[in-house]
């Protein structure tokens, strides 16, 4: 089974609990509005002296409430209202370092009101930022979870990427990139999510800046690692390449830029061009998208609304059948 699976039945058990519960509780309130016998009812002799009790509506000795059976089909008709299309926002910014005020980062990203942030340049436990671990400040000061990405370590030292999200985070791998002579090691920083009653699979890079074939073979690999992906993606990052160049290519032949519905200007590297990205599955729908500018960083802040469907993953077999077991798929 998988970890959708398990998400998907654990939220659904729960529904369907409060469900009985529900009905337990109104199934009560039916027997307390009962009329109760009248105070000044009395058994009555019979014509021969004998003495008659009168009936009475209370249960007798040993009986107990029943507890009402949720009707058929209870169990798919829960797994779609808890499976609801949500609409998120993804916040990209190459943070550059902090250099100026972190302070002023951290309110530029609250500023945004995103739901998810990626986060490029950012440092933890380094001499020349304040040896702060960034990404856990920008973490408190928006009340997210966070995951830090380091590509780059020195004693106890980092230097990477790092992904905020207002939703759980279900678990993280951080893939070290190719690299190579005059290269800078990056890498790509995966984390899974839950939304909607599936788990959305959410990743942000930083690839080379200054050597073009270095930058394309780490662009490559990045689509390898995603076209394993079973789950629904959002890629976001600091690609230092534009949309027509070949390190662009293998990403948007998989995933769906969200500019494609982007207003206003588009730069937001320190040249003025659109280097930085916000990619998702095809069945992620991009609503609006747009670039702000930054005081501290020489970036610009990329944010995007997206329409996370709701998952198709609901029971269809009847109540009492066990469903059939999928096999496992294979790495």
């Known amino acids: 089974m998988t970890k959708r699976e398990n998400l998907v039945r654990a939220g659904l058990l729960l529904l369907v609990l409060g469900i009985i519960a529900t009905l337990m509780v109104l199934d009560r309130t039916r027997g307390n509005d009962r009329p109760e016998a009248e105070p000044t ?20 000795k ?11 089909g209870i169990e798919a008709i829960a797994c779609q209202k808890l499976q609801q299309s949500v609409e998120i926002r993804v916040l990209d910014f190459n943070t550059h370092r902090s250099y100026g005020g972190i302070a002023t980062v951290a309110a530029e990203i609250a500023a945004v009101d995103p739901d998810i942030v990626l986060l490029q340049e950012i ?14 400040y920008f973490a408190d000061a928006l009340g997210f979870n966070h995951v830090f990405g380091a590509n780059v370590t020195s004693g106890n030292g980092g230097y990477g990427v790092a992904i905020l999200s207002r939703f759980k985070i279900l678990g993280s791998e951080n893939y070290l990139l190719p690299n190579g002579p005059g290269g800078e090691q990056r890498g790509l920083l995966g984390v899974g999510v839950e939304i909607g009653g599936q788990e959305v699979r959410i990743y942000n890079t930083h690839l080379q800046n200054k050597l073009p074939g270095l930058r394309e073979a780490q662009a490559r690999h990045v689509a390898g690692i995603l076209a394993n992906e079973e789950n ?18 293998p990403l948007t032949a ?5 500019w494609s519905v982007g207003s206003g200007p588009e730069g937001t590297g320190p040249n003025g061009s ?29 944010y995007a609304d997206f329409v996370v469907p709701a998952s198709t993953d609901c029971p269809t077999q009847p109540r009492g059948t066990k469903p059939d077991k999928k096999p496992r798929k294979k790495n």
């Open 123 to 136: 440092d933890r436990f380094k001499g020349g930022t304040g040896n702060i671990d960034q990404a856990a």
């Open 232 to 249: 629904p993606i959002i890629l976001g990052g600091d690609m230092n390449a534009t949309i027509s160049t070949p390190t662009l290519a």
């Open 62 to 72: 040993g009986e107990t409430d029943v507890i009402p059976t949720p009707p058929p």
């Open 274 to 302: 659109r280097i930085d990205f916000l990619l998702a599955s095809p069945t992620i729908v991009p609503q609006r998208a747009a670039v702000l500018r930054s005081a501290i960083s020489d970036h610009a802040r990329l």
């Open 41 to 60: 009812q009395t058994a009555s002799p019979s014509p021969t002296g004998t003495v008659v009790p009168l009936p009475t509506d209370k249960p007798g």
């Open 254 to 258: 998989q995933l769906v830029d969200a």
